[in-house]
Nanobody, 118 residues
């Protein structure tokens, strides 16, 4: 299984970015696809996840209303649309996948850097 994250970059506060996570190596039915982030000197934190089957979503309070997770079944890709970006959103963003019946994420992508300037 491979997860390839992309789409990071440098934008000004208030701007937008869309991250992509291309998944390969298996079908992801019965999986939850998640986005996490880690800022320098801080622990990795949950951002959002989506149930691949139901498209049900869940967001961290810090991004609710600004970020949207979605998927493209045909491309086996999950997206994270990030709007109204803030300097505190600066971090290395990772996509990950886990089976719906477990809590631990088994598969991780390599991370894509998001930097928001004030």
């Amino acid at each position: 299984v491979q997860l390839q994250a992309s789409g990071g970059g440098l934008v000004q506060a208030g701007g937008s970015l869309r991250l992509s996570c291309a998944a390969s190596g298996r079908t992801f039915s019965n999986y939850v696809m998640g986005w996490f982030r880690q800022a320098p000197g801080k622990e990795r934190e949950f951002v959002a996840h989506m149930n691949w089957n139901t498209a049900g979503t869940y967001y961290a309070d810090s991004v609710k209303g600004r970020f949207t997770i979605s998927r493209d079944n045909a491309k086996n890709t999950v997206y994270l649309q990030m709007n109204s970006l803030k300097p505190e959103d600066t971090a290395l963003y990772y996509c990950a996948a886990r089976n719906i019946w477990v809590h631990e994420y088994k598969y991780w992508g390599q991370g894509t850097q998001v930097t928001i300037s004030s």
